[in-house]
Nanobody
Framework: QVQLVESGGGLVQPGGSLRLSCAAS????????MGWYRQVPGKQRDLVAS???????DYADSVKGRFTISRDYAKNTVYLQMNRLEPEETAVYYC????????????????WGQGTQVTVSS
């Protein structure tokens, strides 16, 4: 099965930067999209950024121009460079990977990491 392990979270001052990493292991198939979501207590888990296998990207409107997602396809690793961080972006950031696999049927799969805490505070 696929395992996703995040790293790079921590405490940063407003206006600072962090770089998150997520490495996927155990995939005998080609992962389609990898991305980052974040969640705060009492709120839903929302997309921050994602990147497909064809390099197309999606960003939440609130992070456009400040965050950059990238992938190392050979290493099954996705990164999120976060610049000019704001206190409102304090959350647990989760890595996500998805794939469409055809065996007896066509099925879509999603895997999640355990999350890494990002705290933006002075």
């Amino acid at each position: 099965q696929v395992q996703l392990v995040e790293s790079g979270g921590g405490l940063v001052q407003p206006g600072g930067s962090l770089r998150l990493s997520c490495a996927a292991s155990g995939s005998w198939f080609s992962i389609g999209t990898m991305g980052w979501y974040r969640q705060v207590p009492g709120k839903q888990r929302d997309l921050v950024a994602s990147m497909a296998s064809d390099t197309r990207t999606d960003y939440a409107d609130s992070v456009k121009g400040r965050f950059t997602i990238s992938r190392d396809y050979a290493k099954n690793t996705v990164y999120l460079q976060m610049n000019r961080l704001e206190p409102e972006e304090t959350a647990v950031y989760y890595c996500n990977a998805g794939a469409r696999i055809t065996r007896w049927e066509i099925r879509d799969y999603d895997w999640w990491g355990q999350g890494t805490q990002v705290t933006v505070s002075s």
